[in-house]
């Protein structure tokens, strides 16, 4: 249960959400293994098949072009490492590789693109978007940038990145903006999703691949997904995202209403910052996704807050749950100050979320801050 108890409020929607009723239905049926030959092996096979050609009409690609994973972690490395190495061994290892990347990448993509670093032959450079055009050079093979930041929801345009640089890769971590963020995928040539950030369940993702881009394999086994990601294929999870997904994006009209009605959640709680003296909201972008918001208090911690507010049955966090231990420098590599990164807390929602529940979580995060600036008074 992501609720603890019936009147808590979870805002907690970027860490995971809720699982949907679909998804739900799907999680209680009994499936064979799809690799097997008989008949009801072959009916999950071709089960995980219309799964991808229904994926492949609302991400704008071929059905061969999605490979199934085990979550949003899975598919970055599998997209950047995979990539970098079926770069090198097409053009040589004697070729060097540059990589670009922005300063509000997940850990799943800078702890690969710290690994490649560490190799002789491949560099990796992070800046903002606005500065890429002083570090591309002829040896920029990939480009990394996030579709939502997971921090502060800045919303990045990949197609304009594809305009500029359209001979490099373009790798797109799109765990925070799929079926979320209202943006072309036209200029991604790997995208990357997770099911648990749309209602469907934990340990199952997946990525999307253009046709004519070579994936070296990061594990070895049988002959699944053409021998790119082997392994006996989470049909479960893959059909159980597949509706999630289906439920969140099928309808354009749909989407709309509801990205109006968390506008109008996360609006009512923007006002915190006018409501509290020394509250201000993070972002670096003047476009951010409706889903999120970051914001720090003045004098209070992120941690002490985001306990404070959970014994109040309000759930929220301090930022990226991978990176939680981290998130400091996270938003100081942004350019936020160290004072500021260590009072901020993130606020994430999803369409099960209500108006209602956002009034009531700004009269108790205002109770709750003020609690905390009266046994610790701010400077």
Same mark, same amino acid.
């Given at each position: ?54 994926l492949s009409h609302i991400l704008s690609c071929r059905s061969d072009e999605i490979i199934f994973t085990s979550g949003g972690t899975e598919s970055n ?67 990394? &940038? ?9 919303i990045f345009d990949i197609s304009a990145v594809k305009k500029a640089f359209p001979k490099t890769i373009v790798f797109v971590d799109g765990a925070q ?60 999870? &893959? ?41 201000? &909201? ?31 049955? +309000? ?15 996270? +938003? ?48």
């Amino acid at each position: 249960m992501v609720a603890k108890t019936a009147n808590a409020i979870y805002f907690d929607n970027a860490a995971t959400t809720p699982l949907c009723s679909a998804a739900k239905k799907i999680l209680l049926q009994d499936f064979a293994n799809p690799s097997s030959p008989h008949a009801l092996g072959l009916m999950a096979e071709r089960a995980i098949k219309t799964a991808a050609r229904d994926l492949s009409h609302i991400l704008s690609c071929r059905s061969d072009e999605i490979i199934f994973t085990s979550g949003g972690t899975e598919s970055n490395n599998l997209g950047i490492l995979g990539a970098a190495f079926g770069l090198q061994s097409a053009r040589g290892r004697h070729r060097h590789l540059h990589i670009l990347a922005t300063d509000q990448e997940h850990p799943s993509v800078t702890e690969p693109l710290g690994y490649l670093s560490s190799l002789p032959g491949f560099s990796v450079t992070y800046a903002a978007p606005s500065g890429w055009g002083a570090h591309v050079c002829e040896d920029t093979a990939m480009i990394c &940038i996030t579709q939502v930041g997971s921090e502060t929801g800045d919303i990045f345009d990949i197609s304009a990145v594809k305009k500029a640089f359209p001979k490099t890769i373009v790798f797109v971590d799109g765990a925070q903006g799929f079926c979320k963020a209202d943006q072309p995928l036209s200029g991604a040539d790997i995208y990357t999703f997770s099911g648990h950030k749309i209602h469907g369940p934990m340990g199952v993702g997946g990525l999307m691949v253009r046709q004519g881009l070579r994936l070296q394999p990061m594990i070895y086994g049988g002959g699944q997904q053409n021998r790119v990601r082997p392994g006996t294929e989470n049909v479960h999870g &893959i059909l159980a995202m597949t509706a999630a997904i289906k439920t969140q994006a099928s309808d354009q009209t749909k989407m709309e209403q509801e990205r109006q009605h968390i506008t109008s959640i996360k609006n009512i709680l923007r006002t915190l910052e006018h409501e509290i003296p020394d509250a201000y &909201i993070n972002q670096i972008t003047k476009n951010a996704s409706p889903y999120i918001l970051n914001m720090s208090f003045a004098g209070v911690r992120g941690e002490t807050l985001t306990s404070l507010l959970s014994d109040h049955n +309000l759930y929220i966090s301090m930022g990226t749950a991978c990176r939680t231990n981290k998130r400091v420098s996270a +938003l100081e590599s942004m350019g936020f100050s160290h004072e500021r990164a260590k009072s901020a807390v993130r606020l994430s929602f999803s369409r099960m979320n209500t108006k209602e529940e956002a009034l009531e979580a700004k009269e108790i995060i205002k109770s709750c801050v003020s609690t905390l600036r009266k046994i610790k008074p701010r400077k």
